[in-house]
Every structure is written in structure tokens, then in C-alpha cells.
């Protein structure tokens, strides 16, 4: 691997995400040296949107010596790239909208990675993710792709079965997001930290997390502080009010089990009435984002062209971008880094069937990941609920790749938002339609 001239690929290169993962490479260009920056998208205006917006960036920082490109062509695209960071989002905010708000017809809950909203958007990233794989193994086969599309679990199940030699890390920002929350409410540096933590993709816990300044476990008092007082919305999240509900649900979960620190989208599994009552069926998330982050970035992009002066960029990065240009460095200089990652088990959890995809620390350096395997079995509680969450997820990969209905409404059934097969069978009748150009015929 080569170690200076880097070309970085961003797949969905139009995400108001990109910014993040952008700064932190212009943050990080002694220890992660680019050359050329590619943003790569299906949607022309959305790409041409954020090169505007990136090479704004580039001029304001007086960043020299890198090229940026934005393209629809695979080809142009991977030649030569040596890191593909993906984040595309398969049929875009539209069919997000979809997926939270067809559930909640039925009352279910309506949400774009949990439930039978991330099992719809499951279907549509499994498809897209396949594609990209494939050609980043047709244009540069050594590359290294760093994958933040959700819905992880699915994705990492899918491309573990195609493509198992594929050099790919699967990674979710939401633990990192969790622990730097906590962090700045209570006083603490999450650099201090070293956590453990099991599960599947945004359906886990925390068992400690080691301050090395402090030479303990803060778990308890985290818990304790948390069951307590619910956590304030930090800046990178400020003045979104759904934030504050999840922190919120997250301290009543504690309420109820307060052995170990929750992963926040559990309220989703535990409370789902309860989400359902306080979700409005005509105005979901999707439509927030919608109104906030993607409006934010059409302001933006309106103001470049127009050539605005004074402080056209509006973002808060929060870690989103840092995180995966950390595990990038940390595969270029085979530093070993510890990460939350998606993996297959394999012993990593004791107790849990092997072949299950899940989300434990790992080390990550030159040959990618070496997760860090439990010294103990994990508890009857949270085995019960991760065996029959990961069944529906196996089930539907394989309902992709069989093109079958049956282990579709057999997973739509399974997941343990559903409150009966009626409702599980009526949803995914209606997201079939709703998902014909994206989904694959299943009969």
C-alpha cells in the first residue's frame, strides 16, 4: 500500500454528510497524506452541490496539491483509488420517508434502521451495496472500502456471503455519538476512554468503559448519573428535538434495566407503543432532515454561487467524519487503533451462534480488522434478543438473495417491533409496492 499521494473515493458523494468526512481529511493530511478527493453519486445535482461546497472549502483553508472530482461513472470513479468511504443512502430521503411512515399506518414503529422501516431500506442498501462492491473489486481490487451505510448488519451479512474476501470494514458512528454525548454532559474525555461493548448494529450495551485518567470503570456512574438526569443535546446535534426524546428514552430504559448501559435506538425494541404514540405519522424524521440538514446545505450551495462573502459554511461535524478517517489512518500506518465494528462473530461473543454479524471492538491495522473476543458468555436476556433480532436479519438476506417472499414475511414477522403476522404481512405487501424499482422481485 502505497503511503502518500492518497485518492479517496466518498460513495454518495452528495450526502450533507461528506463536509464532516472531508474536514477531518484536511484535518489529518500529515498522517493521512491526499492527493485527490472523488466524490462518486447517481444523483448529478446533489454531487455537483457538494463539490461546490467542497472546493469551498478547499479555497477557504488554503488547502494545496488536491484534485477534486465528482462523477456519475463507476470507472472514473475507483481506477487507482486506494479508500472507497461509502454512505449511500439507496432510493434517497424520499423512500427514507417511506419506510417510517408506511409502518406507522399499522401502528409500528417507523424508523429508518430499526424495525420494518430498516428492513425496506435493508432490501434497497443490500442492492446497492452489492453494486458498489462490485466495482470496486472490478476498478481497484486493493482498495480498502470503509462502509458507514445503514443498515450495517444487513449490508455486512449481504457482502460477507458475495463477496467474503472483499477488503471492508463496516463501521456505525452511533456508539462514538453515545459516548461523546456523555462525555460532554458529565465532564469527561471520551480520548480517556476505553469501552466494551456487544451486540448487533444499534442493538447493544455498554458492559464498562476504563477512564485511564481516572484508573477506574465510570460505567456505574454513568448509569447512575444517566438514570438520574437525561443527557442534554450536544452542539453537533443542537436543535433537534428528537435527539433529546432518544436521550430521554435512553435514561427510562435504565429505569427498567439498569445492569448495563444501553445502545439508545433499544427504546425502539423495549418501548415501541410508546415511540408509536409519540410519532407523528404525517411529519417523521425524514421530513426534519428534509427541513433542517438538507435545507441547511441548499442554503449553502445558493449562497456559494452566488458568490456570498463572510461565513458561508454552517456545519457541526460531531465525530462522524473523524471516525472513519481514523480507522482509514489507522490501516495505512498499521497503528492498530481500537474501533466499534460490525464483523462476523466467530468466537467473539462465546455464546452466540458464529456465524452471526456482530458489533464488538476491534483493532484495526494493515490486514484490517481483529476483533477482540469476550472473556465471558453474555447474559440470557440479551442472548434471547439478539439470537431472534439476528434470525430476522438472516432471514432476510436470504429472502434477497432467493428472491423470496416467505422468508421476507418470515423476517417482517420475526422483528421484535412487529406485534402480530397480520400487520407484519400488511407492511411488507405495501412497501413491495412502494419498493418495486428497488427491491428484488420476490414471489
Known amino acids: 500500500m502505497k503511503q502518500k499521494n492518497l485518492n479517496v473515493v466518498i460513495a454518495g458523494g452528495g450526502s450533507t454528510y461528506t463536509p464532516g468526512i472531508i474536514q477531518a481529511v484536511l484535518n489529518n493530511r500529515d498522517v493521512f497524506p491526499v492527493s485527490k478527493i472523488t466524490l462518486y453519486d447517481i444523483d448529478a445535482d446533489r454531487n455537483e452541490d457538494m463539490r461546490l461546497i ?22 472514473e470513479a475507483f481506477v487507482g483509488c486506494d479508500f472507497v468511504f461509502s454512505q449511500i443512502r439507496v432510493g434517497g430521503l424520499t423512500m427514507r420517508e417511506q419506510d417510517e411512515k408506511i409502518p406507522l399506518k399499522y401502528g409500528l414503529v417507523g424508523q429508518e434502521t430499526c424495525g420494518l422501516g430498516g428492513f425496506a431500506y435493508g432490501l434497497r442498501s443490500i442492492r446497492g451495496l452489492l453494486g458498489l462492491v462490485a466495482y470496486v473489486q472490478q476498478y481497484a ?7 458507514y451505510t445503514n443498515p450495517e448488519t444487513l449490508i455486512a451479512e449481504a457482502v460477507r456471503r458475495k463477496f467474503p474476501n472483499a477488503k471492508m470494514l463496516n463501521a456505525c458512528d452511533m456508539t462514538i455519538s453515545i459516548e461523546e454525548t456523555m462525555a460532554r454532559n458529565f465532564g469527561y474525555d471520551r480520548n480517556n476512554w476505553i469501552a466494551q461493548y456487544y451486540g448487533l448494529n444499534h442493538f447493544g450495551w455498554y458492559t464498562s468503559i476504563y477512564d485511564k485518567s481516572l484508573e477506574r470503570d465510570i460505567m456505574p456512574e454513568l448509569i447512575q448519573k444517566l ?60 421530513n426534519q432532515v428534509m427541513d433542517g440538514r438538507l435545507k441547511n446545505t441548499q442554503e449553502m450551495v445558493k449562497k456559494i454561487r452566488q458568490h456570498t462573502d463572510g461565513a458561508v459554511l454552517n456545519f457541526d461535524f460531531g465525530e462522524h467524519g473523524q471516525y472513519i478517517v481514523d480507522m482509514a489512518t489507522s490501516i495505512l500506518n498499521d497503528s492498530h487503533q481500537r474501533f466499534m465494528l460490525i464483523v462476523p462473530n466467530y468466537g467473539s461473543i462465546p455464546n452466540l451462534r458464529a456465524d452471526a454479524v456482530v458489533e464488538v471492538p476491534a483493532y484495526v491495522g494493515r490486514t484490517g480488522a481483529e476483533p477482540i473476543a469476550m472473556r465471558q458468555p453474555i447474559n440470557d436476556f440479551h442472548k434471547g434478543l439478539m439470537e431472534a433480532q439476528n434470525a430476522a436479519e438472516k432471514l432476510l438476506v436470504d429472502a434477497y438473495f432467493e428472491h423470496s417472499y416467505q ?15 397480520d400487520k407484519a404481512k400488511q407492511v411488507l405487501d405495501e412497501m413491495m409496492i412502494a419498493n418495486k424499482e428497488y427491491w428484488p422481485e420476490l414471489s
Open 54 to 75: 467542497i472546493a469551498y472549502m478547499l479555497k477557504q483553508q488554503k488547502h494545496q496539491g488536491i484534485e477534486l472530482i465528482a462523477t456519475l461513472d463507476p470507472e
Open 407 to 421: 422468508k421476507a414475511l418470515q423476517a417482517f414477522t420475526l422483528n421484535q417491533t412487529v406485534s402480530s403476522a
Open 227 to 286: 438514570r438520574g438526569t437525561p443527557m442534554k443535546i450536544a452542539s453537533f446535534n443542537k436543535g433537534d428535538q428528537s435527539w433529546q426524546d432518544a436521550w430521554n428514552m435512553l435514561s427510562k430504559t435504565l429505569q427498567y434495566f439498569p445492569e448495563y448501559l444501553p445502545n439508545n435506538y433499544l427504546e425502539y425494541y423495549f418501548f415501541p407503543n410508546i415511540v408509536v404514540e409519540n410519532t407523528d405519522p404525517n411529519y417523521t424524521r425524514a
Open 141 to 147: 481490487p486493493e482498495a480498502w472500502i470503509l462502509n
